[in-house]
């Protein structure tokens, strides 16, 4: 019986000194245990344990009956008082046993747990490791470091909820053991606080250490990819809202400054390769984990009372920047949308034209555009597409003249994709229209200024053999550029420099009538084939030269229809080039013939 | 164009009791141009002026009106804004590129006001980049307390240290910048902020404070660096 044979243990062990027990003696006991209690007598377990003649014997071997007593108390089918019995074992063993080996236990139990388990061990254990550590002495700031890397370990593997539903339900209690962790550290960053206080105690900067490097890593998971919006119904303090504002009291109270912590990536990335200890600093504030703070803060206005509504906006968006470039550059939904919103927050602030041209000296400036175009242009998802469409145009608006010149003429040249070189185009025509009204000497957007935009917009990318349709975006706004130009800009005013040189009609118009010709006739050619092909009702063997998979289910082949329908639209697409090009063609024919007029009048006169 | 003044004094008769702070005031108001005296804090009632300035500030005042000859009608305003920008694009040019933009205009009407609950050292100045440490509370136009660092008996976790920032470039709003570097170490001073050096037209929410808002800060400039 498994019971005699513990007890046989015990006698033997009795009077003896810790270092002659026998290896054996250790699983021994431990198996037995585990009989003991799986065979019900945890009661009768607990009596042997709490029993003053095997209280030595507890304080060496108690650790062992950690592991059996765990899966005990995790069964599902466990009658309460068997359970609470259980639970009464591991108190009394947890409050004199040996620290340094329950702690090895305990966390061993953690590390091990595995499934729907992981948040049930975490759950039962975070108490009696509470208890343990606190009785540590020597070692005390490295073994709460190491518990709080097993818990997060651990904690990383259950999927953080994000819809409401998920918050609501929170299948895998991470929120509940979210929350355990908060109340289990608390006694120690009391502990840090009181230090940090009376500015004693050096051997309480390692315990800060262990603390900071937990919070840092809880901004990072779960709280960077957690939804934190607010939920409308009430629910109770169980969601991982209430968790990040604690974390932030917590590095409040271990002496943290919220304006330090936040500026710190700009200052980062100012110094040079030999003053940063890339092992070090890097280590300590995470850029994910102050990118995660920086949204609590002036996303979620959590723990905002306690920053300082000082700084100018210029500068709480250069700071922010290192943030929202780190956020925008991942493609996670949950960390993507964080980073929009915090760039939205900062934009906020700023008046219109307000930003000086200066800031796209900095790292970043030039550099987040560019990420938003990536998001606009390639994100699978489309409500970050819009977003992003509309911050760029915002932060394009914030800008001086100066700057807004500098930013097309950087943006034209470093983007390919025909829409959003289209969409610039516009722009540049709204500065231009401002510019040239009356009483608005702007001198970026008329003048000589103007010209190398002007070149670079007014051109065919690759000339006559341009791809009409794949540039259509980019070629229909020059040409409404070019309309308006030549509309609002009379020849001998000239203020935008159009007519110093004609170069356009080089460049632009004349490719471009070549371009669509060929284009037109080589569609037209295709629809006449397709319809030819139409008639031959047997049209075997159509070999297919590519088929499209989308989402594992493989398209349909176009029907001859549908393919008729695409070139029509081609050439629809084509009709209305040609009609603006006409148009133009059309206004500047007097203007072209009266400089040739007078250039002959000048030639016979010389 | 009027005649040069000539120097009355010598050394030592300013040195001396024969000449009063106020007399040396007196005359550098009537001699000196608009800017010089604005540069030198030397406008205004002068019994005032005698309060603020030290003597020896005004000798060496004195002194330099006759080495430069910033005399009244030489100087226009246009000529001396000029300087100061060269002064600050050679300055521009010669720091790392990461540095926030400066406000490139002196020539605004300061659009705040500040008086002084406490005197300062009156010798120690911040200069721009130096690093001061500041308490301070701020407040709108009807008293709501927006932001303060001033540890209170509320209930608020306020931390123990003054805010630190580098002063006049650009890092905090206009009305700080400007203000603080004429506040002397120890001074404590109240600050109402016309909204166009504060938060204009935008506000910031998260701070509650509303568009167009003027500021009013009661500030203590603990320390420079």
């Not at chain 1, 604690?246 to 390769?273: C, F, N």
């Not at chain 2, 008293?143 to 650009?170: C, E, H, Q, R």
């Amino acid at each position: 019986m498994a019971l005699e044979e513990l007890q046989g243990v015990i006698e033997r062990c009795r009077g003896l000194p810790e270092t002659e027990f026998k290896e054996e003696d250790h699983s021994i006991f431990q198996t037995t245990a585990c009989q003991c209690l799986e065979e019900g007598h945890a009661a009768k377990l607990l009596e042997i344990l709490q029993d003053e003649k095997n209280k030595d014997f507890v304080i060496c071997m108690g650790w062992n009956c950690v592991g059996p007593i765990v899966s005990c108390a995790l069964k599902d089918e466990q009658e309460p008082e068997y359970r609470e019995n259980c639970l009464k074992i591991l108190d009394h063993v947890v409050q004199i046993s040996n620290p340094k080996e329950l702690l090895v236990g305990l966390l061993e139990q953690i590390e091990e747990a595995f499934g729907n388990n992981i948040s049930k061990t975490i759950l039962l254990l975070l108490q009696p490791l509470q208890t343990v550590l606190l009785k540590m002495k020597h070692k005390k700031a490295y073994s709460v470091g190491l518990s709080l890397a097993t818990i997060q370990s651990q904690l990383s593997q259950l999927p953080v909820p994000y819809t409401t539903e998920q918050r609501k339900q929170d299948d895998y209690e991470l929120c509940k053991c979210c929350m355990a962790v908060i109340s289990f550290i608390k006694p120690f960053v009391d502990e840090v606080n009181r230090a940090t206080k009376s500015k004693q105690n050096p051997s309480c900067n390692e315990l800060k250490e262990e603390l900071l490097k937990f919070c840092m890593k809880s901004l990072e998971y779960p709280l960077l990819t957690a939804q934190l919006h607010p939920l409308t119904e009430e629910i109770e303090d169980n969601s991982l809202r209430t968790f990040a504002t604690e974390i932030l009291v917590y590095l409040l109270a271990m002496g943290e400054s919220l304006p330090v912590l936040m500026v710190h990536q700009l200052l980062q990335s100012r110094k040079t390769l030999r003053e940063i200890d890339p092992l070090k600093e890097d280590v300590k504030y995470p850029t994910n984990s102050l990118a995660s703070l920086a949204y609590l803060l002036f996303v979620q206005h959590i723990g905002i009372d306690q920053f300082p509504a000082l700084y100018s906006p210029g500068y709480f968006l250069l700071f922010n920047m290192e943030y929202i470039a780190a956020l925008i550059s991942r493609t996670e939904e949950s960390v993507l949308s964080k980073g929009l919103e915090l760039f939205e927050h900062c934009l906020l602030t700023i008046e219109d034209n307000n930003l000086s041209h200066k800031y796209l000296e900095m790292k970043n400036i030039l550099g987040i555009p560019q990420d938003l175009v990536k998001v606009m242009t390639l994100c699978p998802i489309e409500h970050l597409r819009k977003s992003s469409l509309k911050l760029f145009q915002q932060y394009i608006d914030k800008f001086d003249s100066e700057g807004k010149y500098k930013l097309f003429r950087c943006l034209l040249k470093t983007t390919q994709h025909a829409g959003v070189q289209g969409y610039i185009i516009q722009n540049l025509k709204n500065q231009v229209d401002l510019a040239l009204k009356p009483g608005n000497k702007i001198m970026w957007f008329s003048g000589p200024q103007l010209m190398p935009l002007l070149h670079t917009v007014l051109s065919l990318p690759e000339g006559a053999e341009t791809d009409l349709l794949q540039n259509s975006d980019r070629i229909m706004a020059s040409l409404n550029l070019l309309r308006y130009l030549v509309i609002r800009d009379n020849e001998w005013e000239n203020q935008t420099g159009l007519w110093t040189d004609l170069f356009w009609i080089e460049s632009f118009l004349k490719p471009l009538r070549t371009g669509l010709n060929m284009s037109r006739a080589h569609y037209e050619a295709e629809m006449r084939a397709k319809r030819e092909n139409r008639k031959i009702k047997e049209a075997p063997n159509r070999e297919t030269q590519c088929s499209l998979t989308v989402g594992g289910k493989k398209l349909p082949k176009m029907t001859t229809a549908m393919e008729l329908e695409v070139l029509q639209s081609a050439i629809y697409t084509f009709d209305v080039m040609e009609s603006v090009q006409a148009r133009i063609e059309e206004l500047i024919e007097p203007k072209i013939k009266s400089r040739a007029e007078d250039k002959n009048v000048a030639n016979e006169a010389s | 164009m009027a005649a040069e003044p000539a120097r009355q004094w010598t050394e030592e008769q300013l040195k001396s009791e024969e000449v009063a702070k106020k007399d040396i005031i007196q005359f550098l108001q009537q001699s000196a141009s608009e800017p010089f005296l604005g540069e030198h804090k030397l406008m205004g009632n002068i019994k005032n002026v005698a309060k603020t300035a030290k003597k020896e500030q005004l000798i060496v005042a004195y002194n330099q009106l006759f080495e430069t000859k910033r005399f009244r009608g030489t100087e226009s305003v246009e000529k001396v804004a000029q300087q100061l920008k060269d002064v600050k694009l050679g300055a521009g040019q010669d720091k790392a590129k990461a540095k926030i933009p400066e406000v490139t205009s002196n020539e605004e009407p300061p659009k705040y006001t500040k008086s002084v609950l406490q005197k300062g050292d009156k010798t120690n100045f911040p200069k721009k980049g130096d690093t001061v440490h500041c308490w301070y509370t701020g407040t709108l136009e009807d008293g709501t307390v927006f932001d303060t660092n001033v540890a209170s008996s509320s209930k608020k976790k306020k931390s123990v240290k003054p805010l630190s920032f580098k002063v006049g470039i650009g890092k905090v709003i206009r009305g700080w910048d400007e203000a603080l570097l004429t506040m002397s170490k120890g001074e404590k001073a109240r600050l109402q902020i016309e909204s166009d050096w504060g938060y204009g037209k935008k506000g910031k929410p998260e701070a509650k404070i509303p568009p167009n808002a003027q500021l009013i800060f009661e500030v203590e400039l603990v320390d420079i660096e």
